[in-house]
């Protein structure tokens, strides 16, 4: 039994997708995304001021993730696989975190890796289940050994 029934799913999801995919009606992605970075910059100064390392982790939405869920989305909404752009949003948060000397962890390939044909998310919900977690643990566990090394 999932968390959500199928079709409050199904819209949650549709509104999501909608935010990482890309197309000439969705130009506006670096403008929405610019207060996001606004806050990031805050927090960044926040903690640098306090001399703590200042890290971003991107976690990737279920649809980045797993191919049947892309093409459910897809195919509910008429949507052609040209406007979707699996990595969209880390591909502006990555940049920023490049030009701003950010250290930042993106899960999309090692989530994409494990979980392509699912097995990473809750039934209808919009959260790891105890193995996606794992996943992301671990990941983020060799990220921080990685920070503390250097």
């Known amino acids: 039994m999932g968390t959500f029934s199928e079709q409050e799913f199904m819209r949650i999801q549709t509104s999501r997708f909608r935010h990482i995919s ?9 403008k929405e995304l610019s207060k996001t970075l606004k806050i990031i910059e805050k927090i960044k100064s926040y903690y640098e001021l306090r001399g703590a390392v200042f890290f971003i ?17 897809l195919k509910k909404n008429s949507w052609g696989s040209q406007r979707f752009v699996a990595n969209l ?36 919900n919009t959260h790891y289940n105890e193995r996606g977690n ?3 643990a671990d990941a983020i566990y060799e990220f921080l050994l990685e920070i503390l090394n250097h």
């Open 57 to 73: 982790v991107i976690h990737p939405d279920q649809s980045q993730v797993e191919n049947q869920m892309k093409a459910k989305l």
């Open 134 to 136: 794992r996943v992301a």
């Open 22 to 30: 890309y197309s000439p009606q969705n130009s506006l992605y670096p």
């Open 89 to 124: 949003p880390q591909k502006f948060l990555i940049d920023y975190c490049e030009m701003n000397s950010i250290k930042c962890l993106d899960l999309l390939p090692v989530m994409k890796k494990k979980g392509d044909d699912g097995g990473l998310f809750l039934l209808r």
